[in-house]
């Protein structure tokens, strides 16, 4: 049973549009990611959260935005999808025993 | 910042056989280790780890111990089957409070 949830599992959308990936977890954990994985490739952090209002930029470049506004909320923003955001983008958050993954967003910019 | 060397794939063994899947690491300090898997078409799971040195992880038949000599964190199994295909991620944390993950390797069991 999954603890932390992404929607949607599957997304197509048209170049230049403005797009949210949820991420949410009901484990009151502080500590929050986001990682962008490619097929075959390895897992890259953007962005990660160690609490409400707390927000910080990862090793990969990327040009979208997140928000940490309750602590079980953690939804990543792209203004302006482009073909270049083609990936996978998963969710995780860390308690005393390691981290949680949720199943991941395949995002298609067309 | 802390990094693994994980070895490459894909792997591909028939069912019932052993399985190394190595891994080294470098960190600043003593990084607790995890060994991650993703199915296909899931997110990824933890699948065992170890805290400190000589400790070794274990689950699912699947067994790891945490060498600080040489930096390594080898997984093993000693008969694997059709529903271990997956990929897998070797990772150190450390005081970093970020997770470093490996290329992963794939691994494809035959039946």
């Known amino acids: 049973e999954a603890d932390i949830y992404q929607t949607p599992r599957y997304l197509v959308i048209g170049t230049g549009k403005k797009i949210t990936l949820e991420c949410s977890q009901t484990?009151?954990?502080?500590?929050m990611y986001w990682y962008q994985q490619d097929p075959g490739m390895e897992l890259h952090l953007i962005h990660y959260s160690y609490g409400v209002n707390s927000t910080e930029k990862g090793d990969l470049s990327s040009e979208s935005t997140v928000s940490r506004i309750r602590t079980e909320h953690f939804p990543l923003t792209l203004e302006s999808a482009r073909p270049s955001h083609t990936s996978q983008y998963l969710c995780?958050?860390?308690?005393?025993?390691?981290?949680?993954f949720g199943s991941g967003t395949r995002l298609t910019v067309v | 910042g802390n990094s693994v060397t994980q070895m490459e794939g894909p792997v591909t063994l028939s069912e019932e056989a052993f399985l190394t899947i190595n891994c080294t690491y470098t960190?600043?300090?003593?990084?607790?280790l995890f060994w991650y898997v993703q199915y296909p078409g899931e997110g990824l799971q933890l699948l065992l780890k170890a805290t400190k040195a000589d400790d070794k992880g274990s689950n699912k038949g699947f067994e790891a111990t945490y060498r600080k000599e040489t930096t390594s964190f080898h997984l093993e199994k000693g008969s694997v089957q059709v529903s271990d295909s997956a990929v897998y991620f070797c990772a150190p944390s450390g005081s970093a409070r970020q997770l470093t993950f490996g290329s992963g390797t794939q691994l494809t069991v035959l039946p």
């Open positions: 995780a958050s860390r308690g005393n025993y390691g981290y949680t």
């Open positions: 960190a600043t300090g003593y990084p607790s």
């Open positions: 484990m009151g954990h502080d500590k």
